[in-house]
């Protein structure tokens, strides 16, 4: 039996931490498990480059962060869309979706 | 934005390393929180619950690694922590550390010294806008050489050629400034009044000189440099539209120029006068004489190449209107040299000679850090494996070495220019008088990023090559023993030690054969006895004395007062002074070979002399008589030659009798002149130079009367001490004419000589810092093996080898390595010996005496600096070697 792909699409980690956070404002865990979640278990997020990837998103001026409360009162480092981070998103999408077509038409066309 | 934040983000996790970190463990931590609860609300018992959490997650250490290394701070942490790291191990390491920074030093420093020096002179441009397009233009020789235009050819050049934006000519001119203070002879030009526009140059004060000014009839007027008015008239600009005094006439100072300019054809000129020379004249005078310059702008449109050709098509076609004499005729065409090269002139050679030299030093010392690293390299290998063994990654410690090497390399790069700076100084102090720019030698920006690039080129050079052996293979390293790579490691320190000793040897060659000519050149007879001779150059500026008669007069009274002078036992003067920058050459016919016009035959030296000089100077008559007092006055004028004149022009013929016309009355129908005996030869302008063919004619004979000339006084005593008494005697005739280069003869021959003493002095030091780095080299790769092979020398001895077959062991390993660097390094030295050609004299390039000299010097110095290893191998005590493993 061969084991899945779970790695996340190389160059699509920002605009899945961008989508996840349009919703709301979220922590690193809450980001990895609703990615998971959706993509029903076909991309798992590995910690380490999800932070490093977080940590960029901020510096590119696109994600704020915050050490807050949770629920159950830990603090928790929050993360939270910009404006520009918005736009971004835009972009990415945008993007993404006229690449996809582009591929499934190449692909249907070669079947 | 962003880039904002980058930095913001940056500083704040730099300056508060440990907040951060704590922030990010804590981020980790509830990560794993998060997901070990998860795991238990899907119903996992705690414990399972975790190691599902931790399976998912993987190594949180790797993870907190991960986020930390990512932004740019993380680089500039790592390089701080290898750089303490690195100080660290240096401090602890003091030997290699002090021998690793100076060997860097010296080599760095000299290479600086050297750039500083040669880079105003061969590679900086001039400075003047568009100095590449300046060009000196000259006659050519029948051999080739550049021989000084005459200022026929300038006025021809100047109507016909069509390459250049702007011609000027310039002219030696030293007037003599009375009236203020003490009268002083002054360094200046006579020129054209283009020659600042040429340049590109204007006064900053005042006027440039304009085409009214060059007029013969127009008014006298100078222009001053910055330097002169600071001098002599306290830096005042209100002298502009002042009148100075000089040689007895009134010129009106209508310019001051910039404080940096500098007229690089005459670097001590402090004054300029325009020509005010006729545009047409006779061929007579002295405007048709070999000693002109000629600069000129080249169209920006032109290249080098298509001037040549427009000035070699023009000397070819001569024309009616600009009728060319014998002397001057430009058969052999019109030299055409960059100004760049003109000015780098004779010192090219020597200066090339001198960056050859200082490359190979820094070569040797390169060659000694990478042996020295290797060594330490090879010391450190249990260091370093430990270090692989704990999960260092193979790229971070290359890094972690690299730095190593390039903090020692920096380290030696300041102490290189530190090193520069004295050096720098003292090349200036010892360099030749006519070093061309010397005043534009300093330490500055680019010598100092020369350095900087310089060292961090070494570093990176001679670290790599450790660098990548230690990195090598240390997988086995803790197993200790790995005996094929130590066997690697000491043939590459075996070659590198091979390298030097070829390296030192091309210079110690260098310096050898520099060392031989010198001695060879002293040991010249210049043809007169240097010893216990005075000289000094007497100028008569003045209105006073402007008839030739009463000029006469003032000469012959002076040396009239200077034989008085108690010590002196013979004096005379002469228009030309042998081994002085003087050099005075005419064209001449003789009565005898009719067909062969004045001028054709070459120039011979003219000495213009009061009858004692060949007595003075102890100049030997070889045939005839020599001057007499009473050949002043009679008819026909009676002349003297030297003997290889003789030679060459009259062969085995006896030249007493025969008529000769010299000079200006060359081809005219002035009555002959008879030659009345001949004299050994001297050596006019060096003692290298092979020109002697020369005529002297007495004080009178001549056509005009020279109004500088120079005094020799032959002494009984010390004749340097007698210079006052002297000075005193020739103004007791008349205060107002100024005295100068006063020298000893033998003072003027080590001038003569100084731009090889220059450079001798120069690659000998090189030469003798190879030889200790050299020598350094051998003995560090000698005590490394020693260490290495403590084992095996015990056994050796234990099995009754003697302390004395040890000791040639270990002597014959060096010596070896030696003979095969002198052999390639003698292949070497005849290639590179090449470039010396022009500075040596009377030397073989093959010269069998100092490449046996160097050989042995060479072979001795090993021999020392094998010793000490080789005794302390003799020592080994067999019993504790062996009892240590």
């Known amino acids: ?111 | 934005m962003s880039l904002w934040r980058h930095l913001t983000r940056g500083l704040r996790a730099l300056t508060h390393r440990e907040a951060t970190d704590a922030e990010l463990t804590d981020e980790l931590r509830h990560y794993h929180e998060l997901s070990v609860a998860s795991h238990e609300r899907r119903g996992l018992a705690p414990d399972d619950a975790r190691r599902a959490a931790q399976l998912e997650m993987g190594n949180m250490t790797v993870a907190r690694e991960q986020v930390r290394s990512y932004g740019w701070e993380n680089g500039i942490e790592t390089l701080v922590t290898d750089v303490r790291y690195a100080l660290r191990r240096l401090r602890a390491n003091p030997g290699f550390t002090v021998v690793g920074i100076l060997t860097l030093a010296l080599g760095i420093g000299a290479a600086t010294t050297i750039f500083s020096v040669v880079n105003p002179i061969l590679f900086e441009s001039l400075p003047y806008p568009h100095a590449e397009r300046l060009v000196t233009l000259a006659d050519r020789g029948s051999d080739g050489s550049a021989l000084a235009p005459t200022f026929g050819t300038y006025v021809e050049l100047l109507a016909r050629s069509r390459s250049f934006e702007s011609l000027a000519a310039a002219d030696r001119w030293q007037p003599s400034l009375t009236g203020t203070g003490e009268p002083e002879r002054l360094v200046g030009q006579r020129i054209s009044a283009t020659y600042f526009r040429t340049l590109g140059v204007a006064p900053n004060v005042g006027r440039d000189f304009t085409a009214a000014d060059d007029e013969p009839s127009s008014p006298r007027v100078v222009i001053l440099s910055d330097r002169l008015v600071r001098r002599r008239f306290g830096g005042d600009h209100g002298i502009v539209g002042r009148a100075v005094r000089l040689n007895d006439d009134e010129y009106l100072i209508i310019g001051v120029m910039p404080p940096r300019f500098t007229d690089v054809l005459a670097p001590a000129a402090d004054i300029w006068a325009p020509l005010r020379a006729p545009l047409r004249s006779a061929f007579n005078n002295r405007e048709w004489g070999h000693h002109y310059r000629i600069l000129g702008r080249m169209r920006p449109e032109l290249g080098g190449k298509m001037v040549g050709d427009e000035l070699k098509a023009l000397a070819a076609m001569p024309i009616r209107e600009f009728s060319r004499p014998p002397w001057a005729d430009l058969r052999n065409g019109v030299l055409v040299q960059r100004l760049q090269e003109e000015v780098a002139g004779d010192a090219r050679p020597a200066l090339l000679a001198i960056i050859g030299a200082v490359l190979l030093l820094l070569a040797i010392a390169c060659v000694n850090v990478t042996n020295l690293l290797l060594a330490r390299a090879a010391q450190r290998r249990a260091e370093l494996a430990m270090r692989v063994a704990l999960g260092a990654g193979r790229g971070r410690l290359v890094r972690q070495l690299l730095t190593e090497t390039l903090v020692l390399a920096l380290l030696g790069g300041a102490g290189a220019l530190a090193f520069a700076e004295v050096g720098v100084r003292t090349l200036i102090a010892l360099s030749p008088p006519g070093l061309p720019r010397a005043d534009a030698i300093t330490i500055d920006g680019p010598v100092f990023v020369f350095a900087l690039v310089a060292s961090a080129a070494v570093g990176l050079l001679v670290g790599v090559v450790p660098a990548l052996g230690s990195a090598r293979g240390l997988g086995e390293g803790l197993q200790g023993g790995t005996r094929r790579a130590t066997g690697t490691r000491s043939a590459v320190r075996g070659a590198l030690v091979v390298a030097e000793v070829a390296l030192a040897l091309v210079l110690l060659v260098s310096a050898g054969l520099l060392m031989r000519s010198l001695e060879r050149l002293f040991a010249v007879a210049p043809g007169f006895d240097a010893s216990q001779l005075l000289t000094m150059q007497v100028i008569d500026p003045g209105r006073a004395y402007r008839s030739d008669t009463a000029r006469r007069q003032f000469y012959e009274r002076a040396l009239d007062a200077a034989r008085h002078v108690p010590g002196v036992t013979a004096a005379a003067f002469t228009s030309q002074l042998p081994l002085s920058d003087d050099l005075d050459g005419y064209g001449y016919e003789v009565a005898s070979t009719p067909s062969v016009k004045a001028g054709e035959d070459g120039a011979a030296l003219r000495y213009v002399v009061t009858p004692g000089y060949f007595t003075a100077m102890r100049i030997p008559l070889r045939r005839g008589r020599l001057l007499e007092p009473s050949d002043a006055e009679a008819m026909p004028e009676a002349v003297v030659i030297s003997e290889s004149f003789a030679r060459r022009k009259f062969g085995t013929k006896n030249p007493i009798g025969e008529r000769v016309r010299f000079g200006p009355e060359a081809g005219s129908d002035r009555p002959w002149d008879l030659i009345v005996g001949v004299v050994a030869d001297v050596k006019q302008q060096s003692l290298a130079s092979t020109t002697s063919d020369a005529f002297y004619v007495a004080l009178g004979h001549w056509s005009w009367v020279d109004n500088v000339q120079s005094l020799v006084v032959r002494t009984s005593g010390d004749p340097a001490a007698l210079a006052p008494a002297i000075k005193r005697a020739v103004w007791s005739v008349d205060a107002n004419q100024p005295i100068q280069r006063v020298m000893t003869m033998d003072g003027l021959i080590a001038l003569s000589a100084s731009q090889r003493r220059f450079a001798l002095v120069i690659i000998e030091s090189f030469a003798l810092a190879a030889l200790v780095l050299a020598a350094v080299g051998i003995y560090g790769v000698l005590s490394g093996s020693v260490t290495e092979r403590m084992r095996e020398i015990g056994v050796r001895s234990a099995l009754g080898a003697t302390r004395r077959s040890i000791l040639t062991l270990i002597v014959r390993q060096g010596l070896t390595l030696v003979l095969l660097g002198i052999v390639i390094g003698v292949g070497g030295a005849l290639g590179a010996t090449r470039a010396l050609v022009s500075l040596m004299f009377d030397v073989s390039r093959l010269d069998p005496v100092t490449y046996l000299g160097v050989g042995a010097l060479l072979v001795g110095v090993s021999l020392l600096a094998c010793w000490l290893p080789a005794w302390r191998a003799a020592r080994v005590d067999p019993v504790i070697t062996l009892r240590a493993e």
């Open chain 1, 1 to 111: 039996m061969s084991e899945q792909n779970t790695d996340v699409i190389q160059g699509t980690m920002d605009m899945l931490i961008l989508k996840t956070l349009s919703l709301q404002p979220m922590h690193g865990f809450g980001i990895a498990r609703r990615v998971e979640q959706i993509s029903r278990g076909v991309f798992k997020v590995n910690p380490g480059s999800l932070l490093v990837a977080l940590q960029r998103l901020e510096r590119a001026g696109w994600l704020d962060s915050e050490w807050r409360q949770t629920e159950n009162a830990r603090r928790a480092k929050f993360y939270r869309l910009t404006r520009a981070g918005k736009k971004q998103l835009e972009i990415e999408t945008a993007d993404w979706t006229r690449r996809a077509a582009a591929i499934a038409r190449l692909l249907e066309a070669e079947a």
